[in-house]
Nanobody, 124 residues
Framework: QVQLVESGGGLVQAGGSLRLSCAAS????????MGWFRQAPGKEREFVAA????????LYADSVKGRSTIFRDNGKNTVYLQMNSLKPEDTAVYYC?????????????????WGQGTQVTVSS
């Protein structure tokens, strides 16, 4: 059974930084793409960042590009999202997910397992 457990969320002031982690089990982690998505109250879940199986390809939403970095440690079965210069509009529940293939993609339907999410709140 595939399990994804996110951590690292919290309350931070605007301009601050957070590093989210997602520990995976139950699948050959290194063979699959990983993605981060977020969902703010009253809004649909949206793509944030993705990384391919071999880390060669990464994708970012325009809203976080230049402020966030996704990276993975296949030896630890963990994917990370480093977020800097946080803004109040970054406030959301952040979810990690495993891709159906090893290719980094933006579409939610291309991800088949999801974590429970971690809350990120950015105060102004």
């Amino acid at each position: 059974q595939v399990q994804l457990v996110e951590s690292g969320g919290g309350l931070v002031q605007a301009g601050g930084s957070l590093r989210l982690s997602c520990a995976a089990s139950g699948r050959t982690f290194s063979s699959y793409a990983m993605g981060w998505f977020r969902q703010a109250p009253g809004k649909e879940r949206e793509f944030v960042a993705a990384i391919g199986w071999n880390t060669a390809r990464t994708l970012y939403a325009d809203s976080v590009k230049g402020r966030s970095t996704i990276f993975r440690d296949n030896g630890k079965n963990t994917v990370y999202l480093q977020m800097n210069s946080l803004k109040p509009e970054d406030t959301a529940v952040y979810y990690c997910a495993t891709g159906r293939t090893g290719e980094a993609v933006r579409e939610k339907y291309e991800y088949d397992y999801w974590g429970q999410g971690t809350q990120v709140t950015v105060s102004s």
